[in-house]
């Protein structure tokens, strides 16, 4: 399994940004990808996460209302729209694969699968 993410870069405080990963290697039809991010000096940090088959997304509290998790499988891709940027959203963004229930997605140990990374700098 591969993940490609990409999309990020520098952005003023109030702005938008989306963030892709392609995923490809097999079939995802039982897994979730989700979408963490880590600042300087911090760690990792659940954002969001979707079923790869539709239906259920989770959220972190401190970005609900302003990021959109989606997904498009004919392009094996998940997207990150990231609108009202604040300086503290600034981090390496990366997505993940996990298999385990939707109780247990905003846990980083329980993915298996990741992707490269890709920085999100939020400007006051």
């Known amino acids: 399994v591969q993940l490609q993410a990409s999309g990020g870069g520098l952005v003023q405080a109030g702005g938008s940004l989306r963030l892709s990963c392609v995923a490809s290697?097999?079939?995802?039809?039982?897994?979730?990808i989700a979408w963490f991010r880590q600042a300087p000096g911090k760690e990792r940090e659940f954002v969001a996460a979707?079923?790869?088959?539709?239906?259920?997304?989770k959220y972190a509290d401190s970005v609900k209302g302003r990021f959109t998790i989606s997904r498009d499988k004919a392009k094996n891709t998940v997207y990150l729209q990231m609108n009202s940027l604040k300086p503290e959203d600034t981090g390496v963004y990366s997505c993940a694969i996990t298999s385990v229930v939707y109780g247990s997605w905003a846990f980083p140990e329980h993915y298996r699968y990741w992707g490269q990374g890709t920085l999100v700098t939020v400007s006051s």
């Open positions: 979707t079923r790869w088959s539709g239906g259920d997304t």
């Open positions: 290697g097999r079939t995802f039809s039982n897994s979730a």
